[in-house]
């Protein structure tokens, strides 16, 4: 079994309610809201779990009653893990459908593309899986949240991790991305002030036949640790091969590296000497009906890292529609997220919408 180190308060789960709501406005029909998701490409194994917790979300909220009565509807666009494509499912979205609030993406690099629909829209956007240290400082008029934590505190814990075990010096491989490059340079700065010493950093590109080349590089002066922030799809090709290459070393993976598909296909003698850190809610009554909510509607299939935020972000939608009393007045949505995600108020859990 691999071995993570969970970065503590992390997560929602808990959501909070005021008490007091405004005059809800009447409509005809369900309440629309969209969602992009990278179902194809490289992100397909980490966002199908994530659209499931969107779809466990929104059978609780309308079991509940739904937001101003009405149910909910999720319309949801493939954002095929790119950018470009994940801004045309955007654009198509507002523009035919009219909808006050996004939810997506995954990837911090189609998340940001999106905005650039979302922001100047004036549409509510809560990323599900974007954890680029970028996001936090979009220019976005107070449109963008997100449910999931920067990686600024991932890259700490995973500088924290390898001083705990006694590692000196340090390389790192990542996705070559806002992704990857966020977790890099938040490491690189908390490993040289922990007194590690920081050797190479490679990037590497998705979907690549063969990584024995930035393998070669990363491990070419011999670093105690290796810091791996590569998507699981890439990470699977990469992994083998450095095996095969028989290059030696300890790995310490981000978040992506603790993907549920990685154990079944690399098997204990390639991925069972992994260690990491895995961002995610402290163990807690909350997250422990989650689990058993996910169980009951899936059975035994795997979450993903960010299937609960994934179900946060919803849930959350939904509480700031009713909240604001409209579904139509973004300005309102927006004003209203943090007073229904934050106390004070009444504290409300796992399918207690209603």
Known sequence: MSRFLKTAGLGIFILVLLTTFTLATAYAGPIKIGCVLSLTGTGAPECGPQQQGVVLAE????????????????????????????????????????????????????????????????????GVGCTSPQITYLKDNDYFFRTSPSDAGQGVALAMLAKRKGYKTASS?????????????????????????????????????????????????????????????DNTVMMKQWYQMDLGGHWLAAEVGKAPTLPEKLGYNIYGTVEGVSTGAPDSKARELFDQAWKNEYDDADQSVFSASAYDATMIAALAIEKAGTAKDTAAIKEAIREVANPPGEVVTINEFA
């Open 173 to 233: 491989i990542v996705i070559n991305n806002q992704y990857g490059i966020g977790i890099e340079q938040v490491f690189i700065e908390a490993w040289k002030k922990a007194g590690g010493k920081f050797l190479t950093a490679v990037r590497a590109d998705k979907n690549k036949a063969s990584y024995r080349s930035e393998l070669g590089k990363v491990f070419k002066n011999n670093p105690d640790v290796v810091i791996n922030a590569v998507y699981p799809i």
């Open 59 to 126: 059978k609780h909220i309308n079991n509940g009653g739904g937001p101003l009565d009405n149910k909910l509807k999720v319309l949801y666009a493939d954002g095929q893990s790119k950018p470009g494509a994940a801004t045309a499912a955007v654009n198509k979205l507002v523009k035919m459908n009219n909808i006050p609030i996004l939810l997506g993406g995954w990837s911090s690099g189609c998340s940001i593309a999106m905005s650039t629909v979302t922001i100047p829209n004036k549409v509510v956007q809560i």
